[in-house]
């Protein structure tokens, strides 16, 4: 489950899926946790979808995937959530690919890979999503390295280990990326860190 340390008091509360009392958190197994600008938290569980997490309330707001529902979330497994600089929500699946989320209509596009399309996603293995300072969106994959997309087009751009060129990334599974003061992007993989010069 989820556990909250209350500071003053010194002690952990437990939030815990209770399948009769559909305001709990839908899945025990939590995989992200992610502060919007607004102060609502959002949960990421590894097979329960995502939950929104109501304070006041103490509930917990669900989004799964359903099948008949094109503008649902793509898969019930969350590793990676972040918001962007319009206030835009990305939510990263492991293997349901790229989910931004349109609050006013409380619908999810979709973006997915596909082979047959060069400018999709290389995988649709999300574990790290994060924007740098030019407003480039990067997207860690499991398995299909990084990727970028400028947020007003759907286009990607692949970014991959190839054992012939040294400079290219160490490793295709990438589980963090930073960007430091510099502009520097450092990219953390299963075969080491990266940086990548920008410039």
Known sequence: GLNR????????????YDPDNPGSISSNSIKSIYEDKSGT?????????????????????????????P???SNNRIYSIYEDRSG?????????????????????ICFQADLSDPGSLSSNRIYSIYEDRSGVLWIGT???????????SKEFIHFQADPNDPNSLS???????????SGMLWVGTLGGLNRFDQN
Request: overall charge positive; hydrophobic content about 30%.
């Open 5 to 16: 340390y209350d500071s003053a008091a010194e002690q952990f509360i437990c939030y815990k």
């Open 41 to 69: 938290l959002w949960i990421g569980t590894d097979g329960g979808g995502l939950n929104r997490f109501d304070r006041e309330k103490k509930k917990f707001t669900s989004y799964k995937n359903d099948l008949n529902n």
């Open 71 to 73: 503008g649902s979330l």
């Open 88 to 108: 835009a929500l990305w939510i990263g699946t492991e293997g349901g690919g790229l989910n931004r989320f349109d609050r006013e209509n409380e619908k999810f």
């Open 142 to 152: 499991r398995g299909g390295g990084i990727n970028n997309i400028y947020i007003k």
């Open 171 to 181: 490793n295709n599974s990438i589980w963090s990326i930073y960007e430091d003061k």
